[in-house]
């Protein structure tokens, strides 16, 4: 248990801080006392034979998962007026040399834990034209190196997409 003043402190300290963009020891810090909210963006790209997906190899020096694979993701800030707003983010941060056919597509929620915290995901899926210069996976065959709580999201995606494709190809 805290004592009253040190968390009276605490939220006069907070109080000054400006919403937006923070510090990762901020971040972090926050997101160990909250549920974050994240927009998670699955790439898809369907081949003749196969749907691929689109994974980043996260930094060495990643404070969580270093060098593992991931999903297009971030967190939802406070200054985010909608979720338009977040979509276009991801896409210039993360997909700019990606060209999208379709979506994003919402596809559902996860709520489960992850390193840093409790999290809320919003799953989506895009629709990509091919990009040889980008790591593309078999989706029927992912990896090992997948950030482990993103498998059930990649697989919901999949999931999705196809009975999407069916529904409207069929």
Do not use: C, Q
């Not at 790439?43 to 694979?69: A, E, N, Q, T």
């Not at 939802?76 to 993360?94: A, G, P, Q, S, W």
């Not at 809320?120 to 990009?131: A, P, Q, R």
Request: charged letters at 30%; hydrophobic letters at 40%.
């Amino acid at each position: 248990m805290n004592p009253p003043e040190t968390e009276s402190g605490l939220a006069k300290l907070l109080d000054e801080i400006e919403p937006g963009y923070y510090s990762d020891a901020l971040f972090h810090s926050l997101l160990r006392l909250v549920v974050s909210t994240t927009f998670v963006l699955i790439p898809l790209w369907k081949k003749p034979s196969r749907l691929d997906v689109h994974l980043f190899k996260r930094d060495p020096d990643d404070l969580h998962y270093p060098k593992m694979l991931h999903p297009a993701g971030t967190v939802i800030r406070v200054t985010d007026h909608n979720l338009d707003i977040v979509f276009h983010r991801l896409v210039e941060k993360e997909l700019s040399k990606m060209k999208i056919k379709v979506g994003p597509i919402f596809v559902g929620v996860i709520f489960d834990e992850i390193k840093r915290g409790k999290e809320i995901s919003l799953i989506h899926w895009i629709e990509v034209e091919s990009n040889e210069d980008m790591d593309f996976y078999n989706t029927s065959a992912l990896p090992k190196d997948i950030i482990p709580t993103d498998i059930p999201r990649i697989e919901l995606a999949v999931k999705h997409y196809n009975k999407f494709n069916d529904k409207n190809n069929g």
